[in-house]
């Protein structure tokens, strides 16, 4: 079965998430953004959501961890719980 392990930081707007992304595209630590902005208790541990297998999560956010590349940022994701910016840190299929 596949597993995967994910950060992320989950926000209101897509406007907001879209700053963020530009901001740790110019080098921006993931982590301290998480800890700054992140409505998700994960902010606190800078956006880790640790191991987690398909269906564990709300679709639009399986449907891009479990297809999109390792280690590359991704997003706005948009759930019923808000914006996402989500990077897979690590994927066993």
């Known amino acids: 079965m596949s597993k995967a392990t994910a950060r992320h930081i ?4 897509e406007e907001e998430c879209n700053q963020i992304k530009t901001q740790i595209e110019a080098g921006g630590d993931f982590q301290e953004l998480a800890l700054q902005h992140s409505m998700c208790p994960s902010g606190q541990r800078g956006g880790d959501l640790g191991s987690f297998a398909p269906g564990q999560m709300v679709k639009e956010f399986d449907d891009v ?11 706005p994701v ?3 719980f808000g914006y996402h ?9």
């Open 65 to 75: 961890v479990f297809s999109s590349p390792v280690g590359e940022l991704q997003g």
């Open 10 to 13: 989950l926000v209101e707007s």
């Open 85 to 93: 910016l989500l990077e897979v840190t690590s994927r066993e299929e």
């Open 78 to 80: 948009r759930t019923e």
